[in-house]
């Protein structure tokens, strides 16, 4: 069972779209990570967030942990190249501090 | 001054043999992962590590053992290795379960 839903799996756009990645569950987590993986390297993290509702910016991407902590998105504005890669989401279950869940990624292709 | 450093970044090796994989991190951490990412690019948490005890032991064949010397390092020994073992297999590191982690570059497994 994939507790973590990703979506799109694939997004191919042009330079300077907006784009929307979704990590939806129907699970509630203490805390969820977002991880940009470029080919042949290891995840890299973005952020973190904890608290339900927050949103967290990062230049020109938006990070936003849904209020009941169960979902979060990832809006990246006026997308360049550099963009591209896997972005990875990943969550502590509540009361699981022992369970690290990935989602399956999505994958990103900025066209120039 | 490699954060996590992994050995060998590719191993090529037969079905039936036995191969390790190590891991180091200089980071000061308490906590090591290791992760396999199968051919779609899907992460699964295998094993994880806190001062050198094991605190994670996901569903993986018991022909996986993880060994943590001291914890600096978190290695993996591979038995009887099949062809589905082919992979990458990333080492990872937190400061504790539930902090942000930090991965190492991965290591690209073939069984032949």
């Known amino acids: 069972t994939q507790l973590l839903e990703q979506s799109p799996q694939f997004l191919s756009i042009q330079e300077g779209e907006n784009l929307t990645v979704y990590c939806n569950s129907s699970?509630?987590?203490?805390?969820l990570q977002w991880y940009r993986q470029e080919p042949g390297e290891g995840p890299v993290l973005l952020v973190t967030?904890?608290?339900?509702?927050e949103v967290k910016k990062l230049k020109r991407l938006t990070f936003q942990f849904g209020d009941a902590r169960k979902d979060s998105s990832l809006h990246i504005t006026a997308a360049q190249p550099g963009d591209t890669g896997l972005y990875l989401c990943?969550?502590?279950?509540?009361?699981?501090?022992?369970?690290?869940?990935f989602g399956k990624g999505t994958r990103l292709h900025i066209l120039p | 001054d490699t954060a996590v450093s992994q050995t060998p970044k590719y191993l090529v090796t037969q079905m039936g043999n036995d191969k390790s994989i190590k891991c180091e991190q200089n980071?000061?951490?308490?906590?090591m992962y290791w992760y396999k990412q199968d051919s779609k690019k899907f992460l699964k948490i295998m094993f994880s590590?806190?001062?050198?005890?094991?605190?994670i032991n996901e569903t993986v064949p018991n022909r996986f053992s993880p060994k943590s010397p001291d914890k600096a390092h978190l290695n993996l020994h591979i038995n009887s290795l099949e062809l589905g073992d082919s992979a990458v297999y990333f080492c990872?590191?937190?400061?504790?379960?539930?902090?942000?982690?930090?991965f190492g570059p991965g290591t690209r497994l073939t069984v032949l």
């Open positions: 980071l000061g951490h308490d906590t």
């Open positions: 990943a969550g502590e279950l509540l009361n699981r501090d022992d369970k690290i869940i």
């Open positions: 990872a590191s937190s400061q504790a379960l539930g902090f942000e982690q930090f």
């Open positions: 590590y806190n001062n050198k005890e094991l605190i």
């Open positions: 967030v904890v608290t339900g509702g």
């Open positions: 699970s509630v987590f203490s805390s």
